[in-house]
């Protein structure tokens, strides 16, 4: 999910190379003034797509791009960005309530289990932690939309920076699935940079490969 973060160690900013996200540099790293992409990189060293290589440490303006082209992080940002970036933009819109299924709950339980690990926070002091998905059926599944929501009264409503669901899109990009989105038996992806307050819950609207719908719930 979109978040800036302020990591405390200045090489664990290098995100983890199978998670596919792209990461851009400000170049030259001691006085940038445009943005390369790196071609190959880890927490030890970057290689630029010309060849050069540049250790994390010594980078003073950065970008973290999900693959879907949404910016996921970013520190000491200047224009002119890298073509083709999106932000997620805030919206005004009505809070929708959370209706679910029952029978899409059920399901809900049979097929998927949904997780969050512990909060920590970064430099910001904003609380982050890692949602997984794991598949515990013995079908491929995908998901079509997801949301989080926030307890009023009785009731939860829709709270999501865009004011609307996030699309299938952003759930492969973000929890780094296959490219099509299903999710293999056994198999687990993660949102590892999630956010936000507690006593909220997501859910997530998803399909089997059978064609059965279904909805799974945490704990925000």
Known sequence: MLQFLGL????DWIPDSDRRLVVY???PVNSPKEWKKA???NRNHLEL???TRVIPSEVRSRLIVYPNNEVVDGKNLFAPLPPGLTFLEPQVAPK???ALDSAQLELGKMVCRVSNGHFKKNSQGQPIYTTTLRNISGQRIRILKFAG???????????TVTGGYYSAEQFIAWYATPPDGWISPGAQVADTANYGGTGGVWAYFGQTEAGHHFVATVQG
């Open 149 to 159: 929501f926030r307890r009023a009264g009785e009731n939860y409503v829709l709270n």
């Open 49 to 51: 797509e010309d060849g």
């Open 39 to 41: 071609k190959l990189y």
């Open 96 to 98: 929708a309530l959370l």
């Open 8 to 11: 405390r160690k200045e090489s």
């Open 25 to 27: 540099v400000g170049w």
